[in-house]
């Protein structure tokens, strides 16, 4: 993965929450992305297109979905589109990371996560977003906004990411406690 250039990320969000389940039990669930649907709040679910899935390497093609509403005066990606992620990080029971990949097929300096500790009668799941530099759809997405532009879709995009987060991890949370 590309490395980062100094100064702060342009994303970086993070959500946790005590799940009733032990650290391997969560990670089981959160590693297997084509399940990810019962949860994500725009990843409907997808496949692993290459590689052993869910161990570094692999790639997950997710099918996604977005209304009309996020961030509405923007030119994101509205209705259906697929993406490509490659496991980054992959230690059961411990963290599962994900990089999505360019058009190209590389991974960008966009990382997603879960992160599981044991703690107390369950465990404490994190969900953490990075991005450090611009990838190719926000590049696509900015390209045609002057300064103060950028910065209200970069202070709104991360406040979505934020809600995001902790959403997917009652979702996330619900699934598990159930099973």
């Known amino acids: 993965m590309a490395e980062t250039l100094s100064g702060p990320p342009l994303f970086q969000a993070r959500a946790d929450l005590h799940v009733a389940a032990r650290p391997e039990e969560i990670y089981a669930v959160v590693s297997d992305l084509p399940r990810s649907g019962e949860w994500s709040t725009e990843c409907t679910g997808g496949r692993w297109i290459a590689g052993t899935p869910g161990s570094v390497g692999a790639v997950f093609q997710g ?9 509405a005066w923007a030119p994101v ?5 697929t ?15 994900w990089a999505m990949r360019d058009s190209a097929g590389r991974t960008q300096d966009s990382v997603w996560s879960f992160e599981v500790e044991p703690d107390g009668d369950g465990s404490t799941l ?15 997405i900015t390209a045609d906004m002057d300064e103060a532009e950028r910065t209200r879709f970069f202070a709104e995009w991360g406040t979505k990411v934020q809600s995001d ?3 997917t991890l009652q979702r996330v949370k ?4 159930k099973a």
């Open 83 to 97: 993406t490509e992620a490659e496991v980054v990080a992959a230690e059961p029971g411990k963290a599962f990371r």
């Open 77 to 81: 990606v509205r209705g259906t589109w």
């Open 174 to 177: 619900v699934v598990i406690e």
């Open 126 to 140: 994190v969900h953490h977003f990075r991005m450090g530099r611009p990838t190719e759809g926000i590049r696509k």
């Open 63 to 71: 099918e996604n979905l977005r209304g009309e509403d996020v961030v």
């Open 165 to 167: 987060l902790a959403d």
